[in-house]
């Protein structure tokens, strides 16, 4: 592909992402519809996916924040239902939708339609999670569904090859297939075990923030390129890596996080944008070579299709939640299940850029070189089953859940922790500097000693004040009034230091260092606000 077109896609991708902020539908649906829109605009080159780029490029960075971002500790306490979703219920959906498919193609050997069965059994968590954020679903199921899409790609693509093997005429057998699953799965995980170690100490011992975050984005793809080349699981070498660096990320110096966090942001939302527009753009290249499948009968196939991958996610869902409960220990040791999360976590199911990519990695022959029997119908099953999804479920998730009137996080709950975890660690705080100002090296004199200790009492009592009463003239907290304050006056130092520049009584180096130091106040405010 020319620069140009490239070019063309991150920018509007990114555009269409950011006009999405300011409407009430989701991001991942406007990006998709823009896509679809341009795929049928004359002279839009086209942007076929290809899956040696999606797959080692943009998939690995897509994990690596997800798995950064999420709680090892909430994952460990989730386990069950993350496992049985992630590996249970993908290749159940590869089972399922596969024979129903060839049932309802009769002349799509078995074997072409599990190959089909495993490219659309995973779904994509990066629109269910977006949307599951922006609703305020409970955390539980936020957690599921993003403990969900950091394995379930694994097990789709495990399942993809050993059902493409027998397509192709290479052979395989259950015990085979089950051999390779646990090959990849135990390689991958092993990998990541070796990995995550050495590159944890690199991190915390690097001392420059440059280099360190050069690092942080070489990670996930050293993590994956690693695992398969030892024909073990990439996907899952860079979860456990993901998760165990997000775990210790406090032992990174401030600097290297504030950036790492900004860096990871930016690349984050740009990937997801692309991600989501090339699902839309690769219309014109599905319907290009579909050949005796066109027209109604293609389009009875989508739906019937999509209908079976609806009804197949709760199928497994609702046993899965809850037959573990017959076991009396579960029982005791886990609140009841409502039979809202099940129907939440069975509607969020929309599948993504990845079944797209997997289903045209499909090779366009056998072994005999006979062509590929159905290629051109899988890989239109897949792009209108990945839209379905998107579009049938994704756009109605939100009203769902408010329909469900399922209860969100617990803001005031929230707050009242984060005020009681803060009150114990200023009180730490206080105690240990009360013992560094009582050792005669570290004299201070009593303005600065009062200082530090007005700095501990302001960021103990900040919190509380959120749970106080409001100005009633603006309605802010005294909190939030100090904060806008405090960027005021930021601004007004700003504006001195910049008129000082251009009268040449700083210089530009003097200038960029005193703004650094105004940016990480307001940088440590503007954490402060969001936390």
Do not use: C
């Not at 089909?116 to 999670?129: E, F, Y």
């Not at 996080?257 to 290249?285: D, T, Y």
């Not at 040449?504 to 954490?527: C, G, N, Q, V, W």
């Amino acid at each position: 592909m020319h620069v140009l077109p490239l070019l063309l896609l991150v920018a509007g991708s990114a555009a269409v992402a950011g006009v999405a902020r300011r409407t009430p539908v989701p991001a991942p649906l406007l990006l998709v519809a823009a896509g679809l829109a341009v795929s049928s605009v004359p002279g839009v080159p086209p942007y076929e996916l290809d899956p040696h780029v999606v797959l080692p490029l943009l998939l690995p960075p897509l994990l690596y924040t997800a798995g950064v971002e999420s709680s090892y500790l909430d994952l460990r306490a989730n386990w069950r239902p993350v496992a049985l979703l992630s590996v249970g219920y993908v290749l159940f959906a590869t089972l399922v939708v596969g024979y129903a498919v060839h049932l309802l193609v009769p002349d799509l050997p078995l074997t072409a339609a599990l190959v089909l069965g495993a490219v659309i059994a995973p779904p994509d968590a990066v629109a269910a999670t977006a949307i599951a954020r922006r609703v305020g679903l409970p955390s539980r199921i936020t957690t599921i569904l993003q403990g969900e899409s950091l394995v379930n790609d694994a097990t789709a693509i495990t399942a993809y090859k050993v059902a493409l093997a027998a397509a192709v005429g290479e052979g395989a057998s259950w015990a085979g297939g089950i051999a390779e699953f646990a090959v990849a799965a135990l390689g991958g995980v092993g990998v990541g075990l070796v990995l995550m170690v050495p590159l944890h100490w690199l991190r915390t011992h690097l001392k420059e923030a440059l280099l360190q975050n050069t690092l942080s984005l070489l990670i996930p793809f050293v993590a994956y390129a690693a695992a398969e080349e030892v024909h073990a699981s990439g996907v899952l070498a860079v979860v456990v890596v993901a998760l165990y660096l997000g775990h210790r990320s406090w032992q990174v110096d401030f600097a290297t996080r504030l950036q790492e966090a900004a860096v990871w942001k930016m690349v984050a939302f740009v990937l997801e944008s692309v991600v989501f527009a090339l699902i839309g753009l690769q219309l014109p290249v599905v319907l290009r070579d579909l050949g005796e499948y066109e027209g109604p009968q293609a389009l009875w196939y989508a739906v019937a299709v999509f209908l079976v991958v609806v009804a197949a996610r709760f199928v497994w869902v609702y046993p899965a939640t809850f037959l573990p409960r017959l076991s009396r220990r579960i029982r005791e040791r886990e609140t009841s299940p409502t039979w809202t999360g099940p129907l939440i976590v069975g509607w969020a199911g929309m599948r993504g850029v990845v079944s797209l990519a997997i289903a045209f990695s499909i090779p366009l022959t056998l072994d005999d070189g006979e062509p590929f029997p159905g290629r051109n119908l899988v890989l239109f099953l897949t792009f209108t089953t990945v839209i379905g999804t998107l579009v049938v479920q994704g756009l109605t998730l939100p009203g769902l859940i408010r329909v469900l009137r399922v209860p969100g996080r617990d803001e005031q709950a929230a707050t009242l922790a984060e005020a009681q975890a803060q009150s114990e660690a200023s009180r730490a705080a206080e105690e240990r500097l009360e013992e560094l100002l009582a050792d005669e090296r570290n004299a201070l004199p009593q303005p600065l000693a009062d200082r530090l200790r007005t700095v501990l009492e302001r960021r103990r009592n900040a919190v509380w004040e959120r749970l106080g009463t409001t100005n009633p003239v603006t309605g802010e907290s005294a909190d939030d009034t100090y904060r806008r304050l405090s960027r005021e006056t930021l601004a007004a130092e700003r504006a001195v230091f910049v008129q000082l520049r251009d009268q040449r009584r700083i210089d530009d180096e003097m200038l960029r260092t005193l703004l650094r130091r105004l940016d990480l106040e307001e940088a440590a405010a503007y954490r402060e606000e969001a936390g």
